[in-house]
């Protein structure tokens, strides 16, 4: 295959929405069963959802969530045909509320459940929803802007102990205090171009770009309570997904990609693996993938966003012959 070929490959079911990661990859591992009933827990401009539907046979169904309306609409359009069949049925919310989203459409059991976390290109690109320190626009970064505290009166409101707690730990921001004090001294801050302005002059020199992403990546991940949106789902897989089912986790850094496979490995947040009597694992997974998949030097050259995506796969583990998953 040349070049030219394998980038038209990669890019199959991209969209000036959002272009899928792993997208081959998801697919590959994700699905078990050609008739079964997949999530997509973060449906963004429907590109794995299409993958996983043209995979699938006719009886085959995804059901995909999104908290961002514009993502819903974009589907709800592109996958028109699947919507009509039956065959794609499209929720808004989050997916830690995934388990109550689908008992709504009596779904208790699913065969595959992907999450591919963060935020989409759309969502970047769009100037007015204040997630880019490319653009100046008021300061939302919210998923859905229906609900919730924007990133404006969340910086507002903070006292300054909260906001280096944010930007050291969301942020990895090496300078978390100096920037923190900056942002409380200038305060109100309105828009991503303050904002963008005050962290630039709080910055050490020649690190301005690197100290900009990880404040707006820091807030952003606050403003949407996405750590713990992770952990509420990680918590709840393993009774949603059947035995012989999967669980794909595409994560783009190191906090989420830590909880994924700490869980993956053992069922609970320290990853350590409980045993029974006998020295088998209690986990309720199967990691299927010891070490993430990374995209190729190719998918990187074409969608640059691939570069840090780490995807595990774990398979739900049938423990009907194994004692409690918990300890009792
Ligand atoms: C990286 S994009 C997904 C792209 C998608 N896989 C595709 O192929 O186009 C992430 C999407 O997930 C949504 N999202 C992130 N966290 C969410 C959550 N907790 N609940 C529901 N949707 C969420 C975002 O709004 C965004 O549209």
Redesign the pocket.
């Known amino acids: 295959m040349n070049a030219r070929d394998d980038s038209g490959h990669l890019l199959k ?1 991209a969209s000036g ?2 272009a ?1 990661v792993l ?1 081959n990859d998801v697919i590959q591992y994700l699905v078990t069963d050609p008739v079964g009933t997949y999530v ?10 299409e993958a996983l539907l043209q995979a699938l046979e006719p009886a085959g169904r995804v059901v995909a ?4 309306d514009d ?1 819903l609409t974009e589907a709800a359009k592109r996958l028109a045909g699947d919507v009509d069949s039956g065959r794609l049925v499209l929720l808004k ?4 509320d995934a388990p109550r989203l689908l008992e709504g459409e009596g779904i208790t059991s699913v065969t595959g459940l992907l999450l ?5 290109s759309h ?1 970047f690109d769009a100037a007015a929803r204040g997630f880019s320190h490319r653009f100046d626009s008021p300061l939302d970064m919210r ?1 859905d802007t229906s609900q919730g505290e924007d990133a404006r009166d969340l910086l507002n409101r903070l006292d300054v102990g909260d906001l280096i707690r944010i930007l050291s730990r969301y942020g990895e921001e090496p300078k978390a205090p100096r920037i923190a004090h900056a942002l409380v001294r200038a305060r109100p801050i309105e828009t991503t171009g303050q904002l963008s302005a005050i962290v630039e002059k709080a910055a050490p020199r020649g690190q301005e770009m690197k100290t900009l992403s990880r404040v707006f990546q820091a807030l952003r991940i606050a403003v ?1 309570d ?1 750590l713990n ?1 992770l952990d509420r789902i990680l918590e709840a897989a393993p009774d949603l997904i059947a035995p012989g089912g999967r669980l794909a986790i595409i994560s783009y850094h190191s906090l989420e990609d830590r909880r994924a496979k700490r869980m993956m490995r053992s069922g609970n947040p320290e990853g350590t693996v409980h045993r029974d009597i006998y020295g088998n694992s209690m986990s309720p997974w199967r990691e299927v993938t010891r070490r993430p998949i990374v995209a190729s030097s190719e998918e990187i050259e074409v969608n640059p966003r691939s570069r840090s995506a780490r995807l595990r796969v774990a398979e739900r583990r049938d423990d009907s012959n194994q004692s409690p998953r918990h300890p009792i």
């Open positions: 079911h929405y959002h899928p997208w997509d827990g973060t449906l963004g401009g429907g590109g794995h959802t969530i999104d908290r961002d993502a919310g989050n997916f830690a591919d976390l963060g935020v989409s969502q998923m949407n996405e949106a």
